[in-house]
């Protein structure tokens, strides 16, 4: 990945540079997905240290690995998103696909269905 400590990483010299707010944007890009990572893993700190079990067994722990394993996986993955876009922008290429907005949407709307099911069912 990298020819020496300190150093970029050698297809950063390869291609065209590209117009510096394209750059500037991926960068947002990449720190907005670490953004969200990291909320989502407060929320499962959250959930598991402050939030009461709920009457499901199980359901309590299973909501807070979901949030957990979803913003591990989405700050893992950040970085080699910022780098493949960083890549087909010096090459001239289309931007690559990736699926991670799809399981990170979905696994934030699993979340919210839960406890908006959690929170209507509660008796009051």
């Known amino acids: 990945m990298h020819d020496e400590p300190g150093r970029r990483p050698h297809w950063y010299e390869e291609g065209e540079e590209p117009d510096y707010r394209f750059t500037l944007a ?3 890009t990449f720190l907005a997905w670490l953004r969200t990572g990291l909320a989502l893993l ?3 700190v959250a959930l598991a240290q402050f939030v009461p079990e709920f009457s499901i067994t199980a ?3 299973v909501l ?3 949030l957990a394993v979803t913003g591990t996986l989405l700050s893992a993955f950040a970085y080699r998103r910022w780098a493949q876009v960083q890549r ?3 090459h001239g290429r289309p931007l690559p696909m990736t699926w991670l ?3 990170i949407g ?3 709307a699993i979340a919210g269905a839960v406890v908006l099911v959690l929170v209507l069912a509660q008796p009051r």
């Open 42 to 44: 407060a929320g499962a």
């Open 26 to 28: 991926n960068e947002r």
């Open 101 to 103: 907005p799809f399981v």
């Open 88 to 90: 087909a922008m010096r």
């Open 59 to 61: 359901l309590h722990t």
């Open 64 to 66: 807070a690995v979901l």
């Open 106 to 108: 979905w696994a934030a």
